[in-house]
T-cell receptor, first 119, second 114 residues
Framework: DAGVIQSPRHEVTEMGQEVTLRCKPI?????LFWYRQTMMRGLELLIY????????DSGMPEDRFSAKMPNASFSTLKIQPSEPRDSAVYFC?????????????????FGAGSRLTVL | AQSVTQLGSHVSVSEGALVLLRCNYS??????LFWYVQYPNQGLQLLLK??????LVKGINGFEAEFKKSETSFHLTKPSAHMSDAAEYFC????????????FGTGTRLKVLA
């Protein structure tokens, strides 16, 4: 398996522009997570999906952030309008559902991340 | 509520010396505990995990961690540091069944000195 695929790897944009980050989870994984990593706040969970349905979005910082999962193999995280304080590395991660087996069922597999810089 | 505390945001050790990275957790139920490693410009990778089986857990690259319920700790150790161990290490906790909110510590950056 190619693992969790994220794009773009790097994005530089100007304040006010719309940013869309993309993620392809591992095939067969039922859960997908979006995390944000900054020096100040560490790794924060933004939102997670189960079977394409958002389960917990309490970590989404504000209405400028939105996430969708239109099908089992694709998710987007959108920021509109972007601000300099949104600059961070955004990670996508996935796990199989609990009924897929005991040993690896709860290990997050991370993508390589999307580094966002908002000027 | 679950939480994870990693003591020391930066740790430096000499090559060949013992590595000890500290993690304490707070959880109202028996947790699942994890250590992840992040190399520069990469995502996090699993080092090892505790899921209520053996309290001493062995992971990849010679790392191990011991779950101590009485101390609510899950410290990561390696007997002899290698230059390639330089990375950032994250401790994480999950309640497991029924919830899927993995809470990460703030990370410890390990520097290995030649």
């Amino acid at each position: 398996d190619a693992g969790v695929i994220q794009s773009p790897r790097h994005e530089v944009t100007e304040m006010g522009q719309e940013v869309t980050l993309r993620c392809k989870p591992i095939s067969g994984h039922d859960y997908l997570f979006w995390y944000r990593q900054t020096m100040m706040r560490g790794l924060e969970l933004l939102i997670y999906f189960n079977n394409n349905v958002p389960i917990d979005d309490s970590g989404m910082p504000e209405d400028r952030f939105s996430a969708k999962m239109p099908n089992a193999s694709f998710s987007t995280l959108k920021i509109q309008p972007s601000e300099p304080r949104d600059s961070a590395v955004y990670f996508c991660a996935s796990i199989p559902g609990w009924d897929r087996g005991p040993s690896g069922a709860n290990v997050l597999t991370f993508g390589a991340g999307s580094r966002l810089t908002v000027l | 509520a679950q939480s994870v505390t990693q003591l020391g945001s930066h740790v430096s050790v000499s090559e060949g010396a013992l590595v000890l990275l500290r993690c304490n957790y707070s959880s109202s139920v028996p947790p699942y505990l994890f250590w992840y490693v992040q190399y520069p410009n990469q995502g996090l990778q699993l080092l090892l995990k505790y899921t209520s089986a053996a309290t001493l857990v062995k992971g990849i690259n010679g790392f191990e961690a011991e779950f101590k319920k009485s101390e609510t700790s899950f410290h990561l150790t390696k007997p002899s540091a290698h230059m390639s161990d330089a990375a950032e290490y994250f401790c994480a906790v999950s309640l497991g069944s029924g919830t899927y909110k993995y809470i990460f510590g703030t990370g410890t950056r390990l520097k290995v000195l030649a």
